[in-house]
Nanobody, 126 residues
């Protein structure tokens, strides 16, 4: 059974930084696509960033490009999201997601992922 466990959320003032972690276990993919999504109240879940095969490819949504960085540990069981220069509009529940190579061409679609974590809240105050 796949398990994704997020941590690292919290409250920060605008301009601050946070680092999210997602520990994955129970998966069978030899090459996996892992991503971070976020969902603010009343809004749809949106892609933030994704990483494929331990860093062969990385992808970022336009609103976070240049501010957020996704990475994975050498064992590839943990994915990180370093969030810098945070803005109030970054406030959301952040979710970790796991998929396979079949989802690579549509990395920003929720349908490309079949396992999700419980989420970790990020709140940015102005």
């Amino acid at each position: 059974q796949v398990r994704l466990l997020e941590s690292g959320g919290g409250s920060v003032q605008a301009g601050g930084s946070l680092r999210l972690s997602c520990a994955a276990s129970g998966y069978t993919y030899s090459r996996k696509l892992m991503a971070w999504f976020r969902q603010a109240p009343g809004k749809e879940r949106e892609a933030v960033a994704a990483i494929y095969d331990g860093g062969v490819s990385t992808y970022y949504a336009v609103p976070v490009k240049g501010r957020f960085y996704i990475s994975q540990d050498n064992g590839q069981n943990t994915v990180y999201l370093q969030m810098n220069s945070l803005r109030p509009e970054d406030t959301a529940m952040y979710y970790c997601a796991l998929g396979s190579v079949s989802g690579l061409s549509s990395w920003s679609s929720v349908r490309s992922y079949n396992s999700w974590g419980q989420g970790t809240q990020v709140t940015v105050s102005s």
